[in-house]
C-alpha cells in the first residue's frame, strides 16, 4: 500500500549504458515530479508533468527523458549515461487542491551510481 | 535569480528548542513549505504556510512573514529522532517550488 514507489532502489551501471527508473503512485494525484539530488543534498526539479502539460527544467540534459503510459505512472529514461549522473533521483506526486497547496509525495528514491 | 538560504547545520541538546531560519527571495509567491529528511530517506512534509503568522502542528511550529521573505520551523522537546535535514521551499509566482539546500539538524544528548 506505499502512496509513491519507485524502482529500482539502487541502480549500478556503466557510462554510456541507457537506463529507465520507474515511479508508481497510487495516490490519485494528478501531478508527477522528478527531482535529482547530488552528494551536496541539494534538490533539483527536473521534470513536472500532469495531463495537460509538461514543464521541463532547461538545464536538464535532452539525455534524460520522461514517459508517462497514464497518470498513475512517470518513468525516467536516462540515455548515454555519464558520471556526473550519479545521484539519487526521487519521484514526487502531489494532488490539485482547492488551496493551492499542492503538498508533494515522495517515493523512497533510487540511487544511481555511474561508474 | 530566485534564491532560497538556510544555515548548512545546526546542533542542539535533547529535550532543548531550536529555530531553523529561512530567507527567501522569490518571484511572486504562493506558499513556503518545510520538509524533513532523514539520512537514506525521502523528504516527507511537515508544514506549510500562505499567511503570515504562526502555524502549530505539535511539537513543530512555523511562522512565515511574507513582507521579510522569511520563515522559520520551531521545533521543541527535541528527541534524538529530531536528527535530520529541514528542507524549506518557496512556491513561486509561476507556482514552481524552489527548495533550500536544507538545514542538517544535529542533536545531541
Known amino acids: 500500500d506505499t502512496a509513491v514507489s519507485q524502482t529500482p532502489k539502487y541502480l549500478v551501471t556503466q557510462m554510456g549504458n541507457d537506463k529507465s527508473i520507474k515511479c508508481e503512485q497510487n495516490l490519485g494525484h494528478d501531478t508527477m515530479y522528478w527531482y535529482k539530488q547530488d552528494s551536496k543534498k541539494f534538490l533539483k526539479i527536473m521534470f513536472s508533468?500532469?495531463?495537460?502539460?509538461?514543464?521541463i527544467n532547461e538545464t536538464v540534459p535532452n539525455r534524460f527523458s520522461p514517459k508517462s503510459p497514464d497518470k498513475a505512472h512517470l518513468n525516467l529514461h536516462i540515455n548515454s549515461l555519464e558520471l556526473g549522473d550519479s545521484a539519487v533521483y526521487f519521484c514526487?506526486?502531489?494532488?490539485?487542491?482547492?488551496?493551492?497547496?499542492?503538498?508533494?509525495?515522495f517515493g523512497p528514491g533510487t540511487r544511481l551510481l555511474v561508474l | 535569480g530566485q534564491n532560497i538560504d538556510q544555515p548548512t547545520e545546526m546542533t542542539a541538546t535533547e529535550g532543548a528548542i531550536v529555530q531553523i531560519n529561512c530567507t527567501y527571495q522569490t518571484s511572486g509567491f504562493n506558499g513556503l513549505f518545510w520538509y524533513q529528511q532523514h539520512a537514506g530517506e525521502a523528504p516527507t512534509f511537515l508544514s506549510y504556510?500562505?499567511l503570515d503568522g504562526l502555524e502549530e502542528k505539535g511539537r513543530f511550529s512555523s511562522f512565515l512573514s511574507r513582507s521579510k521573505g522569511y520563515s522559520y520551523l520551531l521545533l521543541k522537546e527535541l528527541q534524538m529522532k529530531d536528527s535530520a535535514s529541514y528542507l524549506c521551499a518557496v512556491r513561486d509566482g509561476n507556482y514552481q517550488l524552489i527548495w533550500g539546500a536544507g538545514t542538517k539538524l544535529i542533536i545531541k544528548p
Open positions: 504556510n500562505v
Open positions: 508533468y500532469n495531463n495537460k502539460e509538461l514543464i
Open positions: 514526487a506526486s502531489s494532488p490539485t487542491t482547492g488551496d493551492g497547496r499542492k503538498t508533494q509525495y
